[in-house]
């Protein structure tokens, strides 16, 4: 399905740049920290507690703050200092940064790859059939996605989300069942309906350029010849119209990913996640002492940035190799 010269392309796009290998490594870095966050992590993400011995919640290593407490009934300030457990500090309520900081990056890629795979596989084959049988059939999808169009992403998932409820499956985790990571939680919280809701969300765009790539591959030659020969129409949209659609709907995806994990840290920040091991969520638990204990916030949204930033990297390596039209930056 991929051509030699789109192989070479993209050995090549990728060679010559250096933002693809950054984008690469980020994004391995960050899914190997997801994937083996029990045996990385350094407490259990959920216990709370962490305090130094006035009741102050840790700060990062290397950084120091002042923290008030009450002390023969007087509120008075005492310095609080940092702690080799606890290496980018407690939270508010006594829990692990580091810790919760890596179970938050399985929520956030969990919903990315996940909501992004069940969206395509809603919207690629409505846009197919919409832009390859046209007329009535066209308009009634293309009105549907419209209406979902007009509604702004967050808005239309903050509805749906108050039709479907807020619900997470727990999954065991293999790593803890197994005995590799001894105190950590057995089960892994995935937020179905989150995941669901981001797909019907976002859906339409892949129906959208779906559409496009069928109304132009249904008028070349090949897609002509077959149905001289009585081929069906199930077969031309699999074997013919599919794979020749799939570059720009491959370049969509990766963009996708990037927003639906944006689309997560917003729903949690709204306390619409299901799920408190969340970047968004714990982003929220940080607003309101940015000025005392900023990386409370600083550090899940540090690692937003930078899961985007790698996601979209390797989307524009992708462009470029699969659209040599198109003129690379970062070369």
Known sequence: MISERVKSNLKQTFAESLLPKLGLVLLVSIVFMALFAPVLATHDPTRTGHYDEQGAPYPPLGHEYTAEIVQDGEIVEVPVEPTSEHILGT?????????????????????GFLGTGIALLIGVPIGLIAGYYGGRVDDGLMRIADTMLAFPALVLALALLGVFGQSSIHVPDPLVIAGLADG???????PGTVIIVVALVTWVWFARVARGEALAIRNEEYVKAAKSFG?????????????NSLTPIIVLATIQVAAIILLEASLAYLGFSGTTLSWG???????GILRSRSWVSMVPGIGIV?????VNLLGD???????????????
């Open 91 to 111: 939270n508010n309520v006594g829990q692990d940064v580091y810790s919760r900081f890596l179970y938050g990056a399985r929520i956030s890629l969990l919903v």
């Open 184 to 190: 950590m939680p057995e089960s892994v919280p995935v």
């Open 231 to 243: 081929t069906k129409d199930r077969t031309i949209l699999r074997k013919h119209v599919l794979p």
């Open 281 to 287: 969520y714990e982003i929220e638990r940080g607003q």
């Open 306 to 310: 930078l899961t985007v930033i790698s």
């Open 317 to 331: 390596w992708l462009r470029d190799a699969l659209d040599p039209n198109i003129e690379g930056e970062g070369r």
